[in-house]
């Protein structure tokens, strides 16, 4: 087996799209085999130029223009062929359509654009193409490199004389320097997941999503609650006694949540699904998944969630189904020359690309006698490109030195004397212009009409046959104003009827039928009496802050679980009941 023929996850690979199209650029995701033995693909689709809208070429333009050099500015069609754009979309194919490997990269400005053209089935990208919204975005996987982006760093300066104030360019959480032992900040760390366990315990929100006690427990374990206990440490000065009497401030435990606790089920449900599908691109998942969070708050669940059994299950299930795919696939070269012509059966043909005379076989370009040959036919399928090895889609201007060919005749239609007398026949002829216009699908006597044509011809004088063929001149019409200025009245005030009235100036109606129903505003004033409810008190003397950060979190998930009863009188209804009932939902039941 051919190594060029082994094909992997990761090649670029040219893909067949019809018999006289060209080739589309592939990435292979995926190998997959089908139920009936044949080799299926997963791949990511990349765009040519001429795929795109034509508004679009506009903005490629402009965000090429940064990266021509001075070679890259002689073949500027050569450097558009070898353009894609990243659709960020995937389709499945069988590996049958593969027609061969390239090699696609994301161009950097670094490079030069004259390299990719230098070199075989070599690709290049900078955009990526939104086919949904009609949109061109650059693509984030770019490394910034070069002189632009790199920070300046000042020469150095003296200790003596350095001014600057520490507080104001960063913010000391913790320092060794203190009179507490190891021993006292672990007994000190245990004592604040004890708290933060028991205040799990009491909090409303908290049982319902970890209801035994040795979730509490693990939540209580995790980094945040160790990062507030050293916290407390800090601010109080690395007093034990003060920084214990900070846990239970107020009465209430102190309680600190991480984002794995905040979520909802439906939220984790949505960040899986969005992880299996755009990966770690946290803004690609903030904007189609979950909007309502941020980014800084999705960067710090994805960290957590990966210290989870969760993470450690899909990862396993993924390794499985790993295992069971297939890792490369053999495709054989496609030697097949569909819709060509061999050489020797045409005679006196001549290439519109390169203009040779001698081929091994011919290719029509869609009009007769418009061949190409079999190398310029291979150009034109990888790169799409109407010259040799895609120099320049423009052939009409093309010219290789030391190659003469024939020069194109021009074609001109000319009408003949009764061409021109037919489209002047009168009304009654079998010729009428205006109601062919309208019915264009009507058959019309040939034969008559020229008939009709040779009796007019005679009949007219010649004087007269040239005054019909004149071309009538285009006259002007009058506009509206100008009629009227030309009746008398020029009077260019604004009625009184035609000024619009104000509206609280209109005449309102004696009964309205439908009147607004105003607001019914809510008393915001509590009951009287304190709650006897310890969680309720608890969650309400702590509010919606945690860690001294307002918590805005998404409404929950409300289901409908029916009983028993429900369900045993559901099902003793007929199902002729049961269509009308859900015909009309509204009306009684009896």
């Not at 939220?267 to 755009?278: G, I, S, T, V």
């Not at 019915?439 to 007219?460: I, Y």
């Amino acid at each position: 087996m051919a190594v060029n023929n082994m094909y992997r996850v990761g090649d670029y690979v040219y893909v067949d799209q019809g018999p006289t199209e060209p080739y589309g650029v592939r990435r292979i995701d995926e190998l997959q085999k089908s139920s009936n033995g044949n080799v299926e693909m997963e791949v990511m689709i990349y765009y040519r130029r001429i795929d795109l809208p034509a508004e679009m070429l506009t903005v490629a333009d402009e965000n090429l223009a940064e990266y021509w050099d001075e070679m890259s500015k002689k073949y500027p069609a050569q450097v558009h062929e070898r353009e894609l754009f990243l659709a960020k979309r995937t389709e499945k194919i069988s590996a049958s359509q593969i027609r061969g490997k390239c090699t696609v990269c994301l161009l950097h400005k670094a490079e030069s654009l004259f390299s990719y053209i230098k070199m075989e089935d070599a690709f290049y990208y900078t955009l990526v193409y939104d086919s949904t919204n009609k949109t061109l975005f650059e693509d984030r996987g770019e490394i910034k490199i070069g002189s632009s982006y790199q920070a300046e760093v000042p020469a150095g300066t003296n200790p003596g004389k350095d001014d600057r104030k520490f507080e104001d360019l960063e913010e000391l959480v913790w320092s060794r320097n203190n009179d507490l032992s190891d021993k006292q900040i672990d007994q000190f760390l245990v004592l604040a997941r004890g708290v933060g366990t028991f205040a799990r315990a009491v909090d409303e929100a908290s049982t319902l999503k970890q209801p035994s006690l040795h979730m509490s427990a693990a939540a209580a374990s995790r980094d945040i609650t160790l990062f507030n206990a050293m916290g407390l440490l800090h601010e109080s000065n690395y007093n034990f006694a003060q920084a214990a009497l900070s846990l239970v401030k107020d009465g209430c435990p102190r309680l600190s949540t991480d984002q794995m606790e905040e979520w909802t089920t439906a939220e984790a449900a949505l960040f899986e699904e969005a992880m299996d599908k755009h990966g770690k691109a946290f803004n690609d998942i903030w904007t189609d998944y979950l909007p309502w969070k941020t980014v800084k708050n999705i960067v710090d669940y994805y960290y957590t969630w990966k210290t989870t059994d969760r993470y450690v299950q899909q990862k396993r299930l993924k390794a499985a189904e790993h295992e069971t795919k297939l890792k490369q696939v053999y495709v054989p070269d496609y030697t097949k020359h569909d819709g060509a012509i061999p050489g020797h059966m045409v005679q006196g043909a001549m290439c519109i690309c390169c203009r040779t005379t001698q081929s091994a076989s011919w290719y029509e370009m869609g009009m007769i006698n418009c061949r190409i040959c079999c190398t310029c036919w291979n150009a034109y399928r990888k790169y799409s490109a109407m010259t040799p090895g895609g120099m320049n889609k423009d052939i009409s201007g093309f010219k290789i030195p030391g190659l003469k060919g024939k020069k194109a005749t021009t074609l001109i239609l000319t009408p003949t004397l009764l061409s021109c007398i037919a489209k002047k026949l009168p009304k009654g002829a079998y010729l009428n212009m205006r109601k062919l216009g309208r019915k264009p699908f009507r058959a019309v006597d040939q034969d008559k009409v020229r008939e009709e044509c040779c009796r007019l011809g005679t009949q007219l004088p010649p004087e007269k046959l040239k005054l019909i063929l004149v071309k009538r001149k285009y006259t002007s019409k009058h506009s509206l104003a100008e009629v009227t200025v030309n009746c008398g009245f020029k009077d260019k005030s604004r009625p009184t009827w035609l000024i619009p009235m104000p509206k609280d100036k209109l005449p309102q109606p004696s009964r309205e039928a439908f009147p607004r129903q105003k607001p019914v505003q809510k008393s915001s004033t509590p009951k009287a009496g304190p709650s006897s409810n310890r969680i309720k008190v608890a969650a309400a003397a702590r509010g919606s802050v945690r860690n001294g950060i307002e918590v805005k979190s998404a409404p929950d998930d409300i289901f409908f679980k029916a009983t028993k009863a429900m369900i045993a009188s559901r099902n003793a209804l007929s199902s002729k009941i049961i269509k009308k009932l859900a015909r009309k939902p509204t009306k009684a039941f009896r």
